[in-house]
Nanobody, 115 residues
Framework: QVQLVESGGGLVQAGGSLRLSCAAS????????MGWYRQAPGKERLLVAV???????NYADSVKGRFTISRDNAKNTVYLQMNSLKPEDTAVYYC?????????WGRGTQVTVSS
Protein backbone atom coordinates (compact mmCIF):
# COMPACT_ATOMS: atom_id res chain seq x y z
CA GLN A 1 0.00 0.00 0.00
CA VAL A 2 1.16 3.52 -0.72
CA GLN A 3 2.63 5.36 2.24
CA LEU A 4 2.26 9.14 2.32
CA VAL A 5 4.25 11.69 4.33
CA GLU A 6 3.18 15.32 4.33
CA SER A 7 5.38 18.23 5.40
CA GLY A 8 5.74 21.99 5.13
CA GLY A 9 2.93 23.24 7.34
CA GLY A 10 3.28 25.87 10.01
CA LEU A 11 1.95 29.07 11.52
CA VAL A 12 1.60 32.03 9.18
CA GLN A 13 -0.16 35.36 9.20
CA ALA A 14 -3.08 36.05 6.93
CA GLY A 15 -1.81 36.95 3.48
CA GLY A 16 1.26 34.79 3.85
CA SER A 17 2.40 31.73 1.91
CA LEU A 18 3.38 28.14 2.57
CA ARG A 19 4.51 25.28 0.37
CA LEU A 20 3.43 21.79 1.32
CA SER A 21 5.09 18.60 0.12
CA CYS A 22 3.86 15.04 0.07
CA ALA A 23 6.27 12.16 -0.49
CA ALA A 24 4.70 8.92 -1.63
CA SER A 25 6.18 5.46 -1.68
CA UNK A 26 5.26 2.92 -4.26
CA UNK A 27 4.93 2.93 -8.00
CA UNK A 28 1.22 3.72 -7.80
CA UNK A 29 2.01 7.43 -7.52
CA UNK A 30 2.84 8.05 -11.18
CA UNK A 31 -0.26 6.20 -12.41
CA UNK A 32 -2.84 8.10 -10.41
CA UNK A 33 -4.31 11.50 -9.98
CA MET A 34 -3.21 12.97 -6.67
CA GLY A 35 -5.02 15.39 -4.44
CA TRP A 36 -4.61 17.57 -1.41
CA TYR A 37 -7.32 17.27 1.20
CA ARG A 38 -7.83 19.32 4.33
CA GLN A 39 -9.71 18.82 7.55
CA ALA A 40 -10.57 21.66 9.90
CA PRO A 41 -11.40 20.94 13.56
CA GLY A 42 -14.82 19.38 13.88
CA LYS A 43 -15.35 19.23 10.13
CA GLU A 44 -15.12 16.56 7.47
CA ARG A 45 -12.08 16.06 5.27
CA LEU A 46 -12.48 17.91 1.97
CA LEU A 47 -10.62 17.69 -1.32
CA VAL A 48 -9.19 21.09 -2.31
CA ALA A 49 -6.83 20.43 -5.21
CA VAL A 50 -6.28 17.69 -7.79
CA UNK A 51 -3.59 16.96 -10.33
CA UNK A 52 -3.85 14.17 -12.87
CA UNK A 53 -0.99 11.94 -13.94
CA UNK A 54 -0.74 14.13 -17.04
CA UNK A 55 -0.58 17.37 -15.08
CA UNK A 56 -4.10 18.74 -15.45
CA UNK A 57 -5.32 20.52 -12.33
CA ASN A 58 -8.57 21.37 -10.64
CA TYR A 59 -9.38 23.30 -7.48
CA ALA A 60 -12.16 23.83 -5.00
CA ASP A 61 -13.74 27.26 -5.36
CA SER A 62 -12.50 28.20 -1.90
CA VAL A 63 -8.83 28.00 -2.97
CA LYS A 64 -8.99 28.74 -6.68
CA GLY A 65 -6.56 31.47 -7.68
CA ARG A 66 -4.60 31.17 -4.43
CA PHE A 67 -3.36 27.55 -4.34
CA THR A 68 -1.31 25.73 -6.97
CA ILE A 69 -0.82 21.97 -7.05
CA SER A 70 2.11 20.38 -8.86
CA ARG A 71 3.86 17.03 -8.98
CA ASP A 72 7.27 15.55 -9.67
CA ASN A 73 6.75 11.96 -10.81
CA ALA A 74 10.48 11.25 -10.72
CA LYS A 75 10.49 12.07 -7.01
CA ASN A 76 7.05 10.61 -6.23
CA THR A 77 6.18 13.96 -4.69
CA VAL A 78 3.21 16.29 -4.95
CA TYR A 79 3.29 19.91 -3.84
CA LEU A 80 0.79 22.54 -2.82
CA GLN A 81 1.82 26.18 -3.07
CA MET A 82 -0.53 28.24 -0.93
CA ASN A 83 -0.59 32.01 -1.32
CA SER A 84 -2.79 34.74 0.14
CA LEU A 85 -3.66 32.48 3.04
CA LYS A 86 -6.77 33.18 5.07
CA PRO A 87 -7.72 32.14 8.61
CA GLU A 88 -10.33 29.81 7.10
CA ASP A 89 -7.51 27.84 5.46
CA THR A 90 -6.50 26.63 8.92
CA ALA A 91 -6.65 22.82 8.86
CA VAL A 92 -4.61 19.65 8.75
CA TYR A 93 -3.62 19.01 5.15
CA TYR A 94 -3.29 15.50 3.70
CA CYS A 95 -2.49 14.07 0.30
CA UNK A 96 -3.79 10.90 -1.31
CA UNK A 97 -4.88 9.49 -4.63
CA UNK A 98 -8.03 10.74 -6.32
CA UNK A 99 -10.89 9.97 -6.66
CA UNK A 100 -10.46 6.97 -4.36
CA UNK A 101 -7.89 7.38 -1.60
CA UNK A 102 -5.74 4.30 -2.10
CA UNK A 103 -2.90 5.16 0.24
CA UNK A 104 -2.70 4.91 3.98
CA TRP A 105 -3.56 8.33 5.36
CA GLY A 106 -0.48 10.03 6.73
CA ARG A 107 -0.37 12.24 9.79
CA GLY A 108 -0.94 15.28 7.66
CA THR A 109 0.66 18.66 8.19
CA GLN A 110 -0.92 21.40 10.28
CA VAL A 111 -1.49 24.78 8.68
CA THR A 112 -2.53 27.59 11.00
CA VAL A 113 -3.31 31.04 9.65
CA SER A 114 -3.60 33.86 12.15
CA SER A 115 -5.67 36.96 11.49
Amino acid sequence: QVQLVESGGGLVQAGGSLRLSCAASGSIFSLNAMGWYRQAPGKERLLVAVITSGGSTNYADSVKGRFTISRDNAKNTVYLQMNSLKPEDTAVYYCNTVPVPKGSWGRGTQVTVSS
